[in-house]
């Protein structure tokens, strides 16, 4: 039995992240304002407990130049993102490895046993998280970095490339700028997990009142300036590729938005930067363009997921909204995961495409039908 190596390309929020402070001002007297050297940022889950979530979110958010349409950390606030080539921060989110920060775990374990060996012949490539591809030319450079050398230190074989979520249009970003004679030589296929290819509902909860992320301690509104602030929700707002202008996506007691009224949308939540930050991310991968590799499409269906939001106060964007379910992953809206099949007749490589029901946006990542599909692709004869 032989087998092709693999990276990881982790989703949002699928990569630690570590800080250090040395901050002119704090939200709060009791928020460090000086660390000796770098902490766990993302994930610590000490780190949102209700006093201390503002302090998180003050290090966490970002800061957008309306000028250079770049954004930077907080003042004061250096952040790195640990453990590029290895796995363990892709498979745990939080360095104690409490079972609910498990993320790409299960699969790199069960991949071990088939043979792999971390940090070798199967690699990870975290990246942050907050930031769409246009100001991530670090990050792609080493991961090209990355791929090359896993191909040498493995005789030469390909790798598949296995992401999740937004690791999937952080792939198709990628591969879109690699030249296809680099593409043939390196890359076996692309494993995509539960993609976002036409943007998603749930970030223009993130963008009008914050979103708790399911964790009910935290206000959803004392997060939605750190999540406004990351120019990847912008970037991952519903697509009009995939949305109809005739669409209500979010209403307030005022009017409706559709995917045509984006900058009413922002200038009425009053985070007119929101509209720039689109701007700059909404073409990135759109239209779509066939990645020039063996693709597999993976995604799961039939949870309820946001579909459209309705507000009914008067200050409607400090508010929680009523929810109307679409179909999808519980993340994803299921017209973004059929995003892929657009590829199908685009490219001479093969396009496979598979629905596993009931498969939530995470979970797909823990299913046993998933990774026994992940087995087949990897493990050749």
């Known amino acids: 039995m032989s087998f092709v190596s693999s990276s990881f390309v ?32 993302w994930l610590s889950l000490d780190e949102l407990l209700p006093l201390v979530i ?11 130049d309306n000028t250079t349409h770049k954004t930077s950390n907080s003042p004061g606030v250096d952040i790195r993102v640990p453990g590029f080539g290895d796995t363990d921060t892709v498979e745990w989110l ?44 670090e990050f792609y450079e080493a991961l090209s970095d990355l791929i090359e050398d896993t191909y040498k230190q493995n005789n030469n074989t390909k790798i ?15 591969l879109n700028q690699k030249s296809q004679p680099w593409k043939d030589k ?18 223009l909860r993130l963008m009008a009142s914050g979103d708790n992320l399911g964790v009910p301690i935290i206000k959803p509104i004392n997060v939605r300036k750190e999540q406004r602030s990351m120019p990847s929700t912008a970037w991952l707002m519903p697509s009009d590729a995939f949305w109809r202008s005739s669409e209500t ?21 009053d985070f007119k930067d929101g509209y720039l930050m689109r701007k700059d991310t909404e073409n990135l991968i759109h239209p779509l ?81 998933v990774i026994a599909y992940i087995q087949r692709v990897l493990l050749t004869l």
């Open 10 to 41: 982790p989703g949002d929020g699928g990569s630690e992240l570590e800080a250090k402070l040395d901050k002119p001002v704090v939200p709060h007297l009791y928020c460090l304002k000086k660390t000796p050297d770098f902490f766990t940022l």
């Open 54 to 64: 503002d302090c998180f979110v003050d290090n966490m958010r970002l800061v957008y």
């Open 94 to 137: 939080d360095p104690t490895r409490l079972n609910v920060t498990s993320y790409f775990n299960q699969i790199v374990t069960v991949m071990v046993s088939w043979g792999y060996e971390r940090g070798k012949s199967v690699r990870g490539a975290p990246y942050d998280f907050r930031k769409a591809p246009n100001e991530l030319g």
């Open 160 to 174: 598949v490339i296995i992401g999740h979520s937004m690791g999937n249009p952080i792939t198709l970003y990628f």
């Open 186 to 203: 390196f890359i076996r296929s692309h494993i995509s997990l539960a993609g976002v290819w036409g943007g998603v509902v749930k970030t």
């Open 249 to 269: 996506l979010v209403s307030s007691p005022m009017r409706n938005y559709t995917v045509n009224d984006y900058e009413d949308f922002f200038t009425d939540i």
């Open 289 to 369: 363009k066939a990645p020039g590799v063996e693709l597999h499409c993976l995604h799961g269906n039939q949870v309820d997921t946001p579909g459209r939001l309705i507000y009914t106060n008067t200050t409607w964007h400090d508010s929680e909204p009523d929810v109307i379910p679409d179909d999808g992953d519980g993340t994803v809206n299921i017209r973004s995961l059929k995003g892929c099949l657009t590829f199908q007749g685009k490219q001479v490589q093969p396009v496979h495409y598979q629905i596993f029901p009931k498969a939530e946006h995470t979970e797909i990542l823990h299913r046993e039908d």
